[in-house]
């Protein structure tokens, strides 16, 4: 259930630390002109539970409205039931609880499916929750014998044919005569019967102030919601808007749409403070059966999509490499690439490599390709600096591809204004400093040893080593002209904190905010190295078959706290968005010694070998490695589907 309340009152929480103070815009006289579009993609997070909590986090009231629903619907324990909106899980945690076996939930709120996820475990309950959107809902046909939006879920989109969007979703995932239950506020009550301001103390701290006003043609409450701390100051100055439904208006719309309505009955929810609860206080809980006698059709065969796969060249010279060209290991790499791949159904491929003749072959190619899987890591010509000119390459020739665009890869080159934008963001970093390349001498020293120094352009772990982790200004000094030595002079180099905690990854593939998966977080494992060297995964660990490092250090699960887990995923998304990240990506962080995680890097178009860190993630997901590159196929293909889609419906407009 994720739908905020428009009225309510007298809610004692615990309040939540180090939260992130906002600025209220102050009067408005139209609240329905600050309602975004999607505005349900960013509210329903902690405050949302803090407000609500009374009512969506009481255990009873659960129970009672679970009562209530298989009072109405007749469904075995081993039916298949598919919660949608299922915000942290309530409702089908409390059939699993009671011993349903098949269940799912499907909610847009990462923060909310993360608790979701954390409270199953904790229960040692078996609910298979995933994040999406309800109108394209990633099940197959005829899946479910049961599904339900609860809470007061049904009607958040700005457009009326969006809520039939979701009914044709969910009669695509019913079986036939399959069963659906809705559970939405009383609309023409709440019109009657809602408060055009109120306010409540959430805690001894915290209380929220609303308004709400009905929106210009009748049919949707919009509601504003400041939440501020007594002594802080506001934490969010939020709108949203709900459309109203009376009994009536619903079962047309169910009929319209291929169900038949069954029972109808009204459901009320009681506060044990007894306090006004807004649009979840009266309720209509509705039931209804698909019309739909028979399985659906199968789908026509989807055609086979022409792929070119690009990678680096190895005719040339290659720098990165320690050897500086191709060698046998690099090889073997692309024949595990190329076995992977013909294990892809639905997909036919043809590699590309020479870089001479590149731009002929991709102009020869380019009506018979549906996208380049662009590979090449390595840059145009085996130079890592130029990565970002293929897929200007391949935008200057209008060819889609696979990973992050020009401007996404010039970013991400850049560690400092990586940092930069992590920081704008409220991401902690490691405290650095950037040495310019015409210093010579440090005037002064604002961090503490230990430091490790980067060149700030690039990525590969080129230019960290074992000497690269300094402990006086001796070493450092050295370090630095190692990294000129190797990368050249002209060039800053980045000077940052040396953190003692874990060395962690977290790998997306997919495109959030809707569409995507966080695979299992890695952590280098160090316990093998000596202890006088430093922990670290540097050049040779990736690169150097004969070292220590390289034969010593493996990746392994990260075992983290679930509070730890839930903000690196939060923040790996809002990285992946904010940077422009397509498809898939790695996020490189390390904890400090209180535990907390500080981001080190970003890697769009993240090493995509068999044995590298991103398979190794997904090996731990249960992926193989032909299922991962699948993986970041279908992201991509789906991702130019969904832009197809956009930019025809803009023509149309």
Same mark, same amino acid.
């Given at each position: 259930?994720?739908?905020?309340?428009?009225?309510?009152?007298?809610?004692?929480?615990?309040?939540?630390?180090?939260?992130?103070?906002? *600025? *209220? &815009?102050?009067?408005?006289?139209?609240?329905?002109?600050?309602? #975004?579009?999607?505005?349900?993609?960013?509210?329903?997070?902690?405050?949302?539970?803090?407000?609500?909590?009374?009512?969506?986090?009481?255990?009873?009231?659960?129970?009672?409205?679970?009562?209530?629903?298989?009072?109405?619907?007749?469904?075995?324990?081993?039916?298949?039931?598919?919660?949608? $909106?299922?915000?942290?899980?309530?409702?089908?945690?409390?059939?699993?609880?009671?011993?349903?076996?098949?269940?799912?939930?499907?909610?847009?709120?990462?923060?909310?499916?993360?608790?979701?996820?954390?409270?199953?475990?904790?229960?040692?309950?078996?609910?298979?929750?995933?994040?999406?959107?309800?109108?394209?809902?990633?099940?197959?046909?005829?899946?479910?014998?049961?599904i339900y939006v609860a809470g007061n879920s049904f009607g958040y989109f700005e457009s009326a044919e969006d809520d039939v969007a979701v009914l044709a979703e969910i009669r695509r995932l019913l079986k036939p005569r399959g069963q659906l239950l809705i559970d939405f506020t009383d609309g023409d009550y709440l019109r009657a019967n809602f408060e055009a301001r109120s306010w409540e103390w959430i805690d001894n701290n915290y209380f929220v102030c609303r308004e709400r006003a009905l929106s210009k043609d009748g049919d949707r409450l919009i509601s504003r919601e400041v939440i501020t701390h007594a002594k802080k100051g506001v934490i969010a100055d939020q709108f949203y808007a709900e459309r109203l439904y009376n009994g009536s208006q619903l079962a047309m719309l169910l009929g319209e749409n291929g169900f038949e309505v069954v029972e109808s009955m009204p459901l009320s929810t009681a506060s044990k403070r007894n306090q006004d609860l807004g649009m979840m206080?009266?309720?209509?809980?509705?039931?209804?059966?698909?019309l739909k006698t028979q399985p659906s059709a199968q789908p026509t065969r989807t055609p086979v999509r022409r792929v070119a796969v690009l990678m680096g060249d190895h005719r040339k010279p290659d720098d990165v490499k320690p050897s500086s060209v191709f060698d046998a290991d690099d090889y073997h790499t692309i024949a595990e690439l190329k076995s992977a791949l013909k294990q892809v159904p639905g997909y036919r491929f043809v590699y590309l490599n020479d870089h001479d003749n590149l731009v002929d072959d991709l102009q020869k190619r380019a009506s018979k390709i549906d996208f380049v899987l662009n590979l090449c890591d390595e840059g145009l010509n085996n130079d890592p600096t130029r990565e970002l000119h293929i897929p200007s390459l391949l935008e200057t020739l209008n060819i889609s591809y696979s990973g992050g665009n020009p401007q996404c890869l010039a970013y991400c080159y850049d560690k400092s204004l990586v940092r930069g934008i992590a920081t704008e963001m409220d991401i902690p970093v490691p405290a650095a400093f950037s040495v310019a390349p015409e210093e010579v001498a440090f005037i002064s020293f604002p961090?503490?040893?230990?430091?490790?120094? #980067?060149?700030?352009?690039?990525?590969?772990? &080129?230019?960290?080593?074992?000497? *690269?982790? $300094?402990?006086?200004?001796?070493?450092?000094?050295?370090?630095?002209?190692?990294?000129?030595?190797?990368?050249?002079?002209?060039?800053?180099?980045?000077?940052?904190?040396?953190?003692?905690?874990?060395? &962690?990854?977290?790998?997306?593939?997919?495109?959030?905010?809707?569409?995507?998966?966080?695979?299992?977080?890695?952590?280098?494992?160090?316990?093998?190295?000596?202890?006088?060297?430093?922990?670290? $995964?540097?050049?040779?660990?990736?690169?150097?078959?004969? *070292?220590?490092?390289? #034969?010593?250090?493996?990746?392994?699960?990260?075992d983290l706290p679930q509070s730890t887990v839930e903000f690196l995923h939060a923040s790996c998304i809002k990285l992946f968005q904010r940077l422009g990240c397509q498809d898939y990506a790695r996020f490189d962080w390390r904890l400090d010694s209180n535990g907390t995680p500080r981001l080190l890097e970003a890697n769009p178009n993240p090493g995509w070998c068999w044995d590298g860190h991103l398979a190794r993630m997904a090996e731990y997901a249960g992926l193989s490695y032909a299922e991962m590159l699948s993986s970041i196929l279908a992201a991509c293909s789906d991702r130019l589907a969904q832009n197809g889609r956009r930019a025809k419906n803009v023509r149309a407009a």
């Open positions: 259930m994720t739908t905020p309340r428009s009225s309510s009152r007298s809610r004692r929480r615990t309040p939540r630390r180090n939260v992130a103070l906002r *600025s *209220s &815009i102050g009067p408005v006289e139209d609240l329905e002109s600050y309602v #975004k579009a999607e505005w349900w993609r960013d509210i329903f997070n902690a405050n949302y539970l803090r407000t609500d909590g009374d009512v969506v986090e009481d255990p009873e009231i659960t129970e009672t409205e679970i009562d209530a629903f298989l009072g109405m619907i007749g469904v075995a324990r081993d039916a298949a039931i598919l919660d949608v $909106c299922c915000g942290q899980g309530r409702h089908v945690l409390e059939l699993a609880s009671r011993g349903f076996t098949d269940l799912h939930g499907v909610d847009r709120s990462h923060y909310l499916i993360s608790r979701a996820k954390r409270l199953a475990t904790e229960r040692g309950l078996t609910v298979a929750f995933r994040e999406g959107d309800a109108r394209k809902l990633r099940f197959p046909d005829d899946r479910f014998d049961f206080a009266e309720r209509i809980v509705m039931t209804a059966r698909s961090i503490d040893f230990p430091v490790i120094v #980067k060149p700030n352009f690039g990525d590969s772990s &080129i230019g960290i080593t074992v000497d *690269s982790v $300094c402990h006086d200004v001796g070493q450092l000094e050295q370090a630095i002209a190692n990294v000129r030595e190797s990368g050249g002079y002209s060039r800053p180099v980045l000077v940052e904190q040396f953190l003692t905690g874990k060395d &962690i990854s977290v790998g997306i593939i997919g495109n959030p905010p809707d569409n995507y998966v966080a695979l299992p977080i890695i952590e280098e494992d160090y316990s093998q190295l000596p202890n006088d060297l430093p922990r670290i $995964c540097g050049y040779e660990a990736k690169w150097d078959a004969d *070292s220590i490092y390289f #034969k010593n250090v493996t990746s392994i699960p990260a």
